[in-house]
C-alpha cells in the first residue's frame, strides 16, 4: 500500500489582494481553507485542521467568512468515510486560528508542531490569531526541532519553512506520482511563489523570503506545490477524493 493524500476545504474567506501578496492592490480573493489527509499504512495524519467549530460560532457569520458545520474537519472525514476518532497524528503548520480550529474534533491524535511555534503561540498576546482554546486542546504535543521523519520511512517528511511565523512547517509527501509539498501560509498563493512575493503579515519577511526560494527550487526540480490558500489552485482538487 503506497502514500495517499485526501484534500478537503473547510471553510473560505475574502481578503484583497494585498492581504496575501505586499503591496497587489484591493482585488478582492476568495480562498479556502484546506486541511488535508494522509493515509499511510502505519497511520493516519492530518495537516492543518481548519477553522472549526469554535470559529464557525464566533465568525461563521462574519463578512467575508464563509464556513458551516459541513465544513468542519470532522464532518469532512466522516463524508470520506473517516472515523476523527482513528487520525494518529494532527501536522498543524502553525497555531493560527484558521490552521488548528478543527484539532478539538480530533481526539486521540498527537500534535506534531515545531517547538519554537508553541512558544510563539504561549508568548503571544494576540488571543485571536493565537487561541490556546484551539492549539492546546488536551491531545499531547509532539515537539520537533526541524526536519522530523513522520512514519520512519521518507515518505512523511515535515520539515520547517519558517517566515509567516517563528515555527512555520510544512510537509513533503512521496506521493506514487511524484513528490507534493503541503506548504501551508508560507506560501499563500502560486504568484506568491512565481515572484517570490511575500505577506506583509508574515512575522519574518527576510525568511519568509528564504523559505520561498526553497519551495521554488523544490518545485523546479519537479515537485508540486499545493500552496496555502489559493482558490484558482484548489479548482483542480477534487474535494476528499485519493490522490496518489
Known amino acids: 500500500m503506497s502514500v495517499g493524500l485526501r484534500a478537503f476545504t473547510c471553510g473560505w474567506f475574502v481578503q484583497p489582494k494585498s492581504f496575501f501578496i505586499m503591496g497587489a492592490g484591493d482585488e478582492p480573493i476568495r480562498s479556502p481553507v484546506p486541511a488535508y489527509l494522509i493515509e499511510h499504512p502505519k497511520g493516519l495524519a492530518l495537516f492543518d485542521t481548519g477553522y472549526g467549530p469554535k470559529i464557525r460560532r464566533l465568525f461563521g457569520s462574519a463578512p467575508g467568512i464563509e464556513v458551516t458545520e459541513q465544513d468542519d474537519i470532522a464532518a469532512r472525514l466522516i463524508e470520506a468515510g473517516i472515523d476523527p476518532a482513528k487520525i494518529n497524528w494532527i501536522v498543524n503548520s502553525h497555531f493560527h486560528l484558521d490552521h488548528c480550529g478543527g484539532n478539538v474534533q480530533i481526539p486521540n491524535a498527537t500534535v506534531v508542531v515545531q517547538r519554537s511555534e508553541i512558544e510563539a503561540a504561549r508568548r503571544s498576546s494576540d488571543s485571536i490569531l493565537y487561541d490556546a482554546e484551539l492549539y492546546d486542546t488536551g491531545q499531547p504535543f509532539l515537539a520537533v526541532n526541524g526536519e522530523h521523519d513522520l512514519f520512519g520511512d521518507g515518505t512523511v517528511i515535515v520539515f520547517p519553512t519558517a ?39 508574515d512575522d519574518d519577511p527576510e525568511q519568509a523570503r528564504l523559505t520561498l526560494k526553497r519551495l521554488s527550487a523544490m518545485r523546479h526540480r519537479g515537485t508540486r506545490i499545493f500552496y496555502g490558500h489559493d482558490g484558482d489552485f484548489w479548482q483542480g482538487i477534487a474535494q476528499g477524493t485519493l490522490l496518489r
Open 163 to 201: 517566515g509567516h511565523t517563528r515555527g512555520h512547517q510544512s510537509i513533503k509527501l512521496g506521493l506514487p506520482r511524484g513528490d507534493v509539498v503541503l506548504a501551508g501560509d508560507c506560501c499563500y498563493l502560486k504568484q506568491s511563489l512565481d515572484e517570490l512575493q511575500i505577506s506583509p503579515g
